[in-house]
């Protein structure tokens, strides 16, 4: 059973930078596309990013494509995501996922193990 813990939340003024991590507890994730998800009060949950196995490929929303960044280093079972330009209507909890598949997808019933979610407030 593979365990995510999301990290770097936080309150930061729009036009500000968050880097989220997302540790993994079993190396086995790194055989595993892994993605970026949000979820908005009184919203559901919603695509930002995702990245294949190796790192080579990822695909962004349009909400964060020129923004945001995804990447993994697989020696450290570690999945980030780079927040720039950030906005108010970023404001959301932001999730880390993981598909015991080596393809992305951006459908959020195709991952199979979830973190338990991190807090980001974009002030105006």
């Known amino acids: 059973q593979v365990q995510l813990v999301e990290s770097g939340g936080g309150l930061v003024q729009a036009g500000g930078s968050l880097r989220l991590s997302c540790a993994a507890s079993?190396?086995?994730?790194?055989?595993?596309?892994m993605g970026w998800f949000r979820q908005a009060p009184g919203k559901g949950r919603e695509f930002i990013a995702t990245i294949d196995w190796s790192g080579a490929n990822t695909d962004y929303a349009s909400s964060g494509k020129g923004r945001f960044t995804i990447s993994r280093v697989n020696a450290k079972n570690t999945l980030y995501l780079q927040m720039n330009s950030l906005k108010p209507e970023d404001t959301a909890v932001y999730y880390c996922?993981?598909?015991?598949?080596?393809?992305?997808?951006?459908?959020?019933?195709?991952?199979?193990?979830w973190g338990q979610g991190t807090q980001v407030t974009v002030s105006s």
């Open positions: 079993e190396r086995t994730v790194r055989n595993y596309a």
């Open positions: 996922a993981a598909r015991t598949s080596a393809y992305m997808s951006r459908i959020f019933h195709d991952y199979d193990y």
